[in-house]
């Protein structure tokens, strides 16, 4: 089905462009010492420069952060982690604090 092909290819870029956002907003706190008022500018100058575009808010881009945080680069779960829809994973971040517990719903 070429279309289901185009959805998960689809949706493998939005988890790959989360996680490297995530990657971007953790490396900037380390560095700089962003806090959440300035994540929350970031959110609000993204609406205003991105009228209609969705996902972005401050607590999704906090959400980015964890993503990253939980599945490091060089991740096993990396190929399998651009299968899953990104609310699946928020369900899974929220629920599941061990990397075992984590991988074990993915594989699910």
């Known amino acids: 089905m070429p279309t289901a092909r185009v959805a998960r290819g689809a949706n493998a870029e939005v988890i790959e462009l989360y996680w490297r956002i995530g990657q971007y907003l953790h490396q900037r706190i380390e560095a700089d010492g962003w806090a959440k008022g300035t994540v929350a500018q970031l959110a609000t100058y993204i609406a205003q420069h991105e009228p209609g575009r969705r996902g972005f808010s401050a607590q999704n881009l906090w959400r980015m952060r964890q993503f990253f945080l939980a599945y490091p680069s060089g991740s096993k779960l990396s190929p399998l982690l651009r299968e899953v829809a990104w609310s699946s994973h928020l369900h899974i971040l929220g629920?599941?604090?061990r990397e075992e517990e984590r991988e074990f719903?993915?594989?699910m």
Request: charged letters at 50%; zero cysteines.
């Open 105 to 107: 719903y993915l594989r």
């Open 95 to 97: 629920r599941a604090k």
